[in-house]
């Protein structure tokens, strides 16, 4: 069956514009996270859904950070006047239950120039 | 709050040889633990994870890790490498019972040497 995709692989951007990140999950999965990959670094949670509501965005580094998902599907991660720092590979993972096991996407690699 | 230290941002290890790769966690409640390998160009994939119970847990790819709640440890081990083993490696810990957000290690890039 279909994976975790997101959307779009590569994004590159100018510093100060909004850009947004997509990502489907696995089908029935009710919990969907978004993570932060810096070079050389682990992955670094920012937001946790479970359906349609944030359960947890205790990581999201500020208010330029916001996240969606409308219709307990697909979310949107959406971040405002872009910084050269948020240059990274934002991952996204869904899980079915608990204690979970999280469903990797392959990531969208944004550059900030 | 939770964390993970991975130790040796590098592992070399010779085909065939013991892999092992540490892992040690702090956590204020009791933890789930995840070993999570990623290949070059590809998506985190879950190698083994550790709830309750048996605390020698086995993973894919003749993988296997323990917990050791005295050590606060999960190493990762596994008894001969072969080439396709060469990866980065992330070690996770969930402190809400596996529905929160995993906090990950910096990662460990282990090298197979024919």
């Known amino acids: 069956g279909a994976g975790v995709s997101q959307t779009p692989s590569n994004k590159v951007t100018e510093k100060g514009k909004y850009v947004e990140l997509r990502c489907d999950p696995i089908?029935?999965?009710?919990?969907l996270y978004w993570y932060r990959q810096s070079l050389g670094q682990g992955p670094e949670f920012l937001i946790y859904?479970?359906?349609?509501?944030?359960?947890?965005d205790s990581g999201l580094p500020n208010d330029r950070f916001f996240a969606v998902r409308p219709e307990g599907s697909v979310s949107t991660l959406k971040i405002q006047r872009t910084e050269r720092g948020d240059s990274a590979v934002y991952l996204c993972?869904?899980?079915?239950?608990?204690?979970?096991?999280?469903?990797f996407g392959p990531g969208t690699r944004l550059t900030v120039l | 709050a939770q964390s993970v230290t991975q130790l040796g941002s590098h592992v070399s290890v010779s085909e065939g040889a013991l892999v092992l790769l540490r892992c040690n966690y702090s956590?204020?409640?009791?933890?789930?633990l995840f070993w999570y390998v990623q290949y070059p160009n590809q998506g985190l994939q879950l190698l083994l994870k550790?709830?309750?119970?048996?605390?020698l847990v086995k993973g894919i790819n003749g993988f296997e890790a323990e917990f050791k709640k005295s050590e606060t440890s999960f190493h990762l081990t596994k008894p001969s490498a072969h080439m396709s083993d060469a990866a980065e490696y992330f070690c996770?810990?969930?402190?809400?019972?596996?529905?929160?957000?995993?906090?990950f290690g910096k990662g460990t890039h282990l090298i197979i040497q024919p």
């Open positions: 993972a869904s899980s079915l239950s608990v204690p979970n096991e999280q469903f």
């Open positions: 089908s029935g999965h009710t919990a």
């Open positions: 859904f479970q359906g349609t509501g944030a359960a947890d």
């Open positions: 956590s204020s409640v009791p933890p789930y």
């Open positions: 550790y709830t309750t119970g048996a605390t």
């Open positions: 996770a810990v969930s402190s809400g019972g596996g529905a929160d957000g995993l906090t």
